[in-house]
């Protein structure tokens, strides 16, 4: 789908030339990109953009000035698409602890249709690092657009919406419909992405590039860019200003808080994404406690807090000792660039493991096949042999089988004493035990040793069951992550293996969380605390919390580790629209290995009330006709009264659009059996018609080369080649029912 995204931006360039901008030299048209930038994926949207989508070439022109040009006969197919200049763009960015709420205002005008024409316009939104798209709104000459979640019923799962989606993983699209020639676009974007911690450095990336060739054509005059940021976090220490990518002027600075503007006038757009580090100055393990009241529409009134354990500088700190073993999954789907990409990660990791540390590989399709029966240490020539071990035996091929290699890791690994036991599983399908699986888990961790195996698990592409490797890893106190984009397996597996292998704090325990009333919490079962990132916990509770909250825990040494988080409330962060997508999740993967329907209604009614998407919602888009509005306004109150249909509603001049269920799923079965690999799509087959057609066509060419042909088509007139065109048609058809009688005559009974 990117390819053909890009082949469609690169024709919609094409197209842009016919548009005429008058005599005047000092108005230059855009400038269009090289033959080198428009090479594979170069054209994907770096940055919100929004295309016109061209159906007929003849509507393009200046709806300003007309060219006169040449009727051009024909039509795009599929449709090209030409980048909208934009007139104005402005960025807000929120940062809360962990989580980022990114909100985007900008004007677009259809500058290359006539007046008189219409067309759709497409919008793409890359969002960064775990994003989840929030909300849209749009408002045109005449019409308005805002999209908002419904409970999803079977009805909608089962309809083929076109008008939204995702392009890759962290490209979301959205059509709106029949955009006047000449209009200005206002549009509103909000999105959520989660803040990168690294070494006790906190860093935020938003997509902001953009292409020269969306500048208004005009004479060069300085346009508002316009960027605000601010960065709140729960501890009062200071807030230490790294790196910026663009100029940021200082407004507000408090305890814990801190604010920047950016306001300029430029020539161009920003030709590089928004980026901003920062770190919290503390020497030590730090965090804290929020609280908040639930709102009075809530449908849960219980109380919410979260609670945030910082690393801090991490510069001193010991890290604990692994006994590690890699599951790898080497099925039949798991080839080309998967295996290679999966291989690469692979090497990288066992070339950071520290020489005291322990390590085996499982790999696995239908069989398992291990590197070494017993652990080994993280010797040069112990990772030299896995490496040429590696190479030998990761070849695509076979089934999928988790149990067996997943029960074998965890006997090897129920010796572990000074050491954090690790099992790492990568894996890029689903299999039918899964549930099985994880009650297995459950049960060796509740009758296991004092510090059990930790499960990290890793899932590749969209066939593979994302919410059983995340209740996996929950169960096993350890963390999920996965790369639904195959261009994104080396670099998120590796930072999946920097946590699991940077862990300064072990079996961390809360003890007055047990004595609260109705308390839930997420995740249930607490993972250890890594270097690399904070560790976030959320939920609810009845009653009265205590002043303060004692955590411990195991150091890397062995010795006990206690700290009192104080209780902060009301300190302005939205403690449930920070955690609800992680409580999305989380309560989803619950509700599919329980099967349970209240705890999906619940995430239905969470994801209702925050703004995040799930499995059990869906988007749709909200269109306001105003001028339709007012007619049907000033008409008789028996019309408005009149309700359509559940997904084509019609009052007072709005329609309701259903966009595609943006879920991931629960995995493909089917898929995963096939050895499909990931990202694999389907051609849907050709009609019979045009089958028979082309094997004639086929038949008749056969006789004579193709220059023959050229050269005899290019001197018929257009009479001849419609009798042709006929002719090939009426073939097919004998072509058909020559092949149905033989079916009569020569298949089976029926």
């Not at 045109?140 to 805002?146: F, I, L, Q």
Request: aromatic fraction near 8%; hydrophobic fraction near 40%.
């Amino acid at each position: 789908m990117a390819d053909e995204f890009c082949r469609a931006v690169d024709d919609g360039m094409k197209l842009s030339k016919r548009i005429y901008f008058g005599k005047d030299r000092a108005v230059a048209p855009p400038k269009l990109p090289t033959l080198m930038e428009r090479s594979t994926n170069a054209l994907l949207p770096k940055a919100p953009m929004v295309y016109a989508v061209i159906s007929d070439p003849a509507i393009v022109d200046n709806p300003d000035i007309a060219s006169y040009q040449p009727h051009v006969y024909g039509r795009c197919d599929p449709p090209a698409l030409i980048p909208l200049q934009m007139n104005a763009i402005e960025m807000e960015i929120d940062c809360y602890l962990d989580t980022a709420i990114i909100t985007v205002s900008g004007t677009w005008r259809l500058h290359c249709i006539t007046g008189s024409s219409s067309c759709d316009c497409r919008l793409a939104i890359p969002i960064g690092h775990e994003g989840s798209i929030l909300g849209v709104e749009v408002n045109a000459m005449r019409k308005s657009y805002s999209t908002q979640l419904v409970v999803m019923d079977e009805n909608q799962s089962a309809t083929q919406a076109q008008n939204g989606g995702f392009l890759k993983s962290n490209i979301f699209m959205l059509t709106i419909p029949e955009i006047d020639g000449g209009s200005n676009l206002s549009i509103k974007i909000n999105w959520s992405q989660k803040v990168v911690c690294s070494n006790g450095e906190y860093s935020l990336n938003v997509p902001f590039t953009f292409p020269e060739f969306i500048n208004p054509a005009g004479k060069r005059m300085a346009k508002r860019e316009k960027i605000r940021l601010n960065v709140d976090v729960v501890a009062g220490s200071e807030l230490l200003f790294k790196t910026t990518s663009h100029p940021l002027q200082e407004v507000r600075r408090q305890a814990g808080s801190i604010g920047f503007l950016c306001d300029n006038d430029v020539l161009s757009w920003s030709k590089d994404d928004f980026s901003f580090s920062y770190a919290v100055s503390s020497s030590r393990i730090n965090g804290g406690v929020l609280l908040e009241s639930a709102s009075v529409h809530d449908f849960d009134q219980r109380e919410m807090f979260y609670i945030y354990l910082s690393p801090g500088d991490i510069q001193h700190k010991k890290i604990f000792k692994k006994e590690i073993i890699f599951i790898i999954d080497i099925s039949g789907s798991m080839q080309g660039k998967l295996m290679d990409d999966t291989k690469n990660a692979l090497l990288s990791a066992l070339a950071k493991l520290n020489p005291d540390d322990l390590f085996t590989i499982i790999a696995f399709n239908g069989e398992s096949h291990l590197f070494s029966k017993s652990m080994e240490l993280a010797s040069n020539d112990a990772v030299e042999r896995a490496n040429e071990w590696i190479n030998t035996n990761f070849v695509a091929g076979g089934g999928t089988n988790i149990s067996h290699p997943l029960n074998t890791a965890i006997e090897m690994l129920s010796g572990a004493r000074s050491s954090v036991p690790i099992i790492f599983l990568v894996t890029d399908g689903t299999v039918e035990d899964e549930r099985q699986i994880c009650d297995m888990v459950k049960n060796h961790m509740i009758n296991g040793e004092s510090i059990c195996p930790r499960i990290y698990t890793f899932g590749i592409g969209s066939f593979c069951n994302h919410y059983f490797l995340r209740m996996l890893a929950m169960i096993g106190r350890g963390q999920y992550d996965a790369a639904l984009d195959v261009d994104l397996i080396e670099p998120r597996m590796l930072s999946l293996f920097e946590k699991a292998s940077s862990l300064i704090l072990a079996n961390i325990k809360m003890d007055m969380l047990d004595e609260i009333d109705l308390v839930e919490v997420f995740p249930s079962h607490i993972p250890d605390l890594s270097s690399e990132g904070p560790l976030v916990l959320s939920g609810r509770y009845k009653g009265n919390f205590p002043e303060t909250l004692k955590v411990k825990g195991i150091m890397a040494d062995f010795s006990n580790f206690v700290i009192d988080l104080k209780i902060q409330k009301d300190k302005g962060i939205p403690v449930q629209r920070v955690s609800a997508r992680d409580q999305i999740q989380l309560l989803t993967a619950q509700a599919w290995l329980s099967e349970n329907k209240q705890l999906e209604q619940k995430v239905a009614k969470l994801s209702l009330q925050t703004g995040f998407t799930s499995e059990y919602t869906c988007m749709i888009m909200l269109e306001t006709d105003h001028l339709k509005k007012i007619k049907e306004s000033s008409g008789s109150k028996e019309v408005l009264k009149k309700k359509l249909s559940k997904h084509d509603a019609n009052v007072q001049g709005q329609r309701t659009i259903l966009l595609p269920h943006v879920g991931i799923g629960f995995g493909d079965l089917k898929a995963t059996a096939e050895n499909t690999p990931p990202g694999y799509e389907t051609k849907p087959e050709m009609a019979e018609i045009f089958k028979a057609a082309s094997n004639c066509v086929d038949t008749v060419c056969g006789y004579c080369c193709c220059m023959c042909c050229v050269q005899c088509f290019s001197r018929m007139n257009n009479q001849c080649l419609t009798v042709l065109n006929q002719l090939c048609i009426g073939l097919g058809c004998l072509a058909c029912l020559e092949c149905c009688s033989h079916i009569c005559c020569c298949g089976d009974d029926n």
